[in-house]
């Protein structure tokens, strides 16, 4: 009995004839691009497999009709192998078949052109690119079900490891396990063997077993723990915690291990016992990256009450510290490195883990922390967000030479009944229309005392009804010119139409000049902000003396016996202390510095 197997040729002359049954003006045409259609149109229709080998990671490609009499063909399938090759050696690059860009390449646009020149048809031109880019979708479809396949089983048979089936890549942790780099030695077994079982026990760390000197000793079979401890920065003892703490399936695909919360734990010299053991990691308290850096995160939540009460404390009573001690030790704040760190407390990366960064964040805990728990904390935080206001104007006030500014107008009264507007000219004036409103408009503070920004508020009576922000450029020959910024009444509501028709009232008297606008006074102010920089709007510079006005408002927040007056505060945290050492330390790095003296730590 005779059997018809089609050859490859046949699938090729088939593929050939769609088109130019699809675009007839084709049969004229020899042209590269064409050829190369029909070869992807022709694969696309082949049985197409991958065979795996006993050691190697690469399969081979098995095609059905054999296509190794056409050379495009074959160019496909070392561009299949290619990138096959590249996602299993090279870690984190996705399998991925540019087939529309080895078309394109080909000159496909050129012979589009040619076919429109000969007066081929736009639609049937379409159909034929439709037909070639369906084939293209089917091909790649089936090598990436392929690939994924051949992924999934050669990691279960070196590893043991059920993957998803969406595998398309791997990642550089499991790429480090399949010990890549070792196809065809025969020791990779043992490597792959030794790997797994390092993972398995300290996963959580994977990050760091990745390390030249630890995968050296692990492969060579020598004690793990002590190379393992050095790599990390920790004791063995400290070690033992990490033991199991993720599951070696969960390493192998985890974005990120437990080092950055390992690296918090030993910076706040937290004491072993309370380090998490097993799978209390897995709740992740100690890797926090919204948090304060400079306090445990165990205290901390990320809640916008908790960000905003340490940030207020920073620039109240840390950063004027920080400030005073640098001209103490005469040094200058024109050494950004040095500016940079009195006015953020971010602590160069090259200081970071010294002992005078542990020194001042143990200060730090004793000042603020103290012996109280993190619920004890957080009540505390509770408590003084009632006084937050009061902080923030007095914050604002302190922070400028002179405070207010000059108001846009007088206050408008409505002739047709209780409504009026009313300039608002000082940061506590700010932050009493954010309370009254419960909105934001505290934030504008630098922009109307650059005279940028005017805000009004619009009163029924005694009765806050909205906000009214007014934008203010110059225009030539001392003039201003006024634009409406934004009209925002409760919780940033829109405002009713009653209030928007007596904000079209008001605008309407200042445009036709029947309520008195303060260009002068104004034009003035912005001038005279603009000429003195930060005489009249300072970048967080606030003094002792503020520092000292703001502690009352601090000591609901602080430990239980915390001292009466601020300086006896700092003394006895010994934040003074610490403050010294780090801006010495920063000091003398600068004259042996590099690059890296730029870099912070994020906050």
């Given at each position: 009995m005779r059997h018809n197997h089609p050859s490859f040729e046949r699938y090729l002359a088939r593929a050939a004839t769609t088109l130019h049954r699809i675009v007839p003006q084709t049969?004229?045409?020899?042209?590269?691009?064409l050829d190369l259609a029909a070869t992807v149109i022709a694969l696309s229709r082949c049985e197409i497999g991958f065979t795996r080998h006993e050691g190697a990671l690469a399969p081979t490609i098995t095609i059905h009709p054999d296509p190794a009499h056409s050379p495009k063909a074959m160019m496909l399938i070392d561009q299949f192998s290619t990138a096959i090759l590249e996602t299993i050696h090279s870690p984190n690059t996705h399998f991925s078949i540019s087939l529309e860009q080895t078309v394109n390449d080909s000159g496909y646009l050129d012979l589009v052109t040619d076919l429109v020149l000969s007066g081929a048809d736009h639609r049937r031109i379409t159909d034929m690119t439709q037909t070639i880019g369906t084939a293209i979708l089917q091909l790649r479809e089936r090598l990436v079900e392929l690939m994924q396949a051949h992924l999934r089983a050669?990691?279960?048979?070196?590893?043991?490891?059920?993957?998803?089936?969406?595998i398309l890549s791997l990642g550089r942790i499991i790429h480090w396990a399949l010990a890549t780099d070792l196809e065809g030695d025969p020791g990779r077994k043992t490597v792959i063997r030794n790997r797994g079982q390092a993972l398995s026990l300290y996963g959580a760390v994977a990050t760091i077993l990745l390390k030249p000197e630890v995968t050296a000793a692990m492969d060579a079979a020598q004690p793990l723990k002590p190379v393992l401890a050095a790599a990390v920065g920790i004791s063995e003892a400290q070690l033992r915690r990490l033991r199991r703490a993720t599951p070696k399936d969960a390493a192998y695909n985890a974005l990120y291990d437990h080092k950055p919360a390992v690296r918090t734990l030993v910076r706040h010299d937290i004491p072993l016992?309370?380090?998490p053991e097993g799978s209390e990691w897995g709740r992740r308290v100690w890797e926090q990256?919204?948090?304060d850096p400079l306090f445990r995160p165990d205290y901390l939540d990320s809640s916008i009450e908790t960000r905003d009460t340490f940030q207020a404390l920073r620039e109240d009573l840390l950063y004027p510290l920080a400030g005073a001690r640098l001209e103490a030790l005469?040094?200058?704040?024109r050494i950004h490195a040095l500016d940079n760190?009195?006015?953020?407390?971010?602590?160069?990366?090259?200081?970071?883990?010294?002992?005078?960064?542990?020194k001042l964040l143990q200060s730090l805990h004793r000042a603020i922390i103290g012996p109280r728990g993190p619920r004890s904390l957080q009540r505390a935080i509770a408590k003084w967000h009632r006084r937050a206001a009061s902080a923030a104007a007095l914050r604002h006030e302190n922070n400028a030479d002179r405070p207010g500014w000059p108001a846009l107008c007088p206050t408008w009264q409505s002739p047709c009944g209780p409504h009026s507007f009313i300039p608002l000219t000082s940061a506590q004036a700010l932050v009493d229309e954010g309370n009254a409103l419960n909105h934001c408009v505290g934030g504008y503070y630098?922009?109307?005392?650059?005279g940028d920004t005017q805000i009004l508020s619009l009163r029924s009576g005694s009765d806050h009804v909205a906000t009214l922000e007014l934008l203010i450029t110059d225009l030539p020959g001392n003039s201003l010119n006024i634009n409406i910024g934004q009209f925002k009444a409760r919780g940033n509501a829109k405002p009713n139409s009653e209030a928007f028709a007596v904000l079209r009232d008001f605008l309407a008297d200042l445009r036709d000049g029947l309520h008195p606008v303060a260009i002068k006074e104004l034009a003035a102010h912005r001038d005279a902000a603009a000429d003195a920089g930060d005489y009249y709007f300072r970048r967080s510079r606030l003094t002792l003396d503020h520092a000292r006005r703001a502690w009352p408002l601090y000591r609901v927040l602080l430990p239980r016996g915390a001292p009466a007056?601020?300086?006896?505060?700092c003394e006895n945290s010994g934040l003074t202390a610490a403050l010294d050492d780090l801006l010495s330390a920063l000091a003398r790095s600068l004259c042996t510095s590099d690059q890296r003296e730029l870099y912070y730590e994020p906050f």
């Open positions: 049969t004229r045409l020899r042209s590269d691009p050669i990691l279960f048979r070196d590893l043991g490891y059920r993957s998803g089936n969406k016992e309370q380090w990256s919204n948090c005469g040094l200058s704040r760190f009195v006015t953020t407390l971010g602590v160069p990366l090259r200081l970071c883990d010294t002992a005078a960064h542990r630098s922009q109307c005392r650059r007056t601020y300086d006896e505060w």
